[in-house]
């Protein structure tokens, strides 16, 4: 059976994990030395080990991996919430910890209170810094969300960088943490379901980009100008 023959929902679940499949041996090419920046995406408290460590190591070295490590500029509040640290650590906090770990090149986005924004925010900010070829950093469940708002971020701006995805080399899948704006203490392995169900819900409300409009990005990304 092909898949334009499966049920709407099997197929989709086909490209979910297409997606996944592929972004999660998504590091840049060889011939691209440096990164123009990390897009570091907010994460609950709990959910970002191994992403300050990958982000230190990317900016250290002569030439260094990565140039500058973008973060989100909001404060620790959920969206629609007023009470602190509900959904993330905060921007100061993330600022703190960066500098702590070595990381000393850090650029702050505008607010943005959730994944959707982030990726409008980071790309605006890309745009002012004249950023051509970055990385998403995130954990390995989130980068097929991220990526679909990242590539409907630069649709609807009409202005496209080379995006590419980072995720730790190992990820403790057993762990609890929390998931999406801070909700659901339970095993990390358990928040892909979640991931799964809220792709579903942004696809259907319009607050992604599509599959297709994802494969076909990825299949042109390596023409997307990235040098001076």
């Not at 080990?49 to 959920?78: Q, Y």
């Not at 650590?89 to 000393?104: C, E, I, M, Q, T």
Request: net charge negative.
């Amino acid at each position: 059976m092909g898949e334009t023959e499966l049920p709407e929902e099997q197929k989709l679940a086909l490209q979910f994990s297409k997606a996944a499949t592929i972004l999660l041996s998504d590091w840049p090419p060889p011939e691209i030395k440096t990164l123009d920046a990390l897009l570091f995406h907010a994460r609950a408290a709990g959910d970002e080990d191994g992403l300050f460590e990958l982000a230190a190591e990317l900016t250290d070295g002569t030439p260094a991996r990565v140039w500058w490590v973008a973060i989100n500029g909001s404060d620790d509040r959920r969206f629609g919430g007023i009470k602190p640290g509900e959904a993330w650590p905060g921007h100061d906090n993330y600022a703190f910890r960066l500098k702590s770990a070595g990381v000393n090149r850090v650029r702050s986005s505008q607010w943005a209170l959730h994944t959707r924004e982030e990726n409008s925010a980071f790309l605006e900010l890309a745009i002012e810094q004249d950023w051509r070829v970055v990385a998403v950093l995130c954990q390995p469940h989130q980068a097929v969300r991220t990526m679909l708002g990242m590539v409907q971020a630069m649709a609807q701006r009409n202005h496209w960088l080379r995006v590419y995805v980072i995720t730790p080399r190992s990820t403790s899948w057993e762990k609890e943490v929390f998931g999406r704006q801070g909700r659901v203490l339970e095993p990390r392995r358990d928040h892909i379901d979640d991931e799964f169900g809220a792709v579903l819900r942004y696809l259907d409300s319009g607050e992604l980009g599509t599959f297709e409009e994802l494969f076909e990005y990825l299949l042109r990304r390596e023409r997307i100008p990235w040098a001076a």
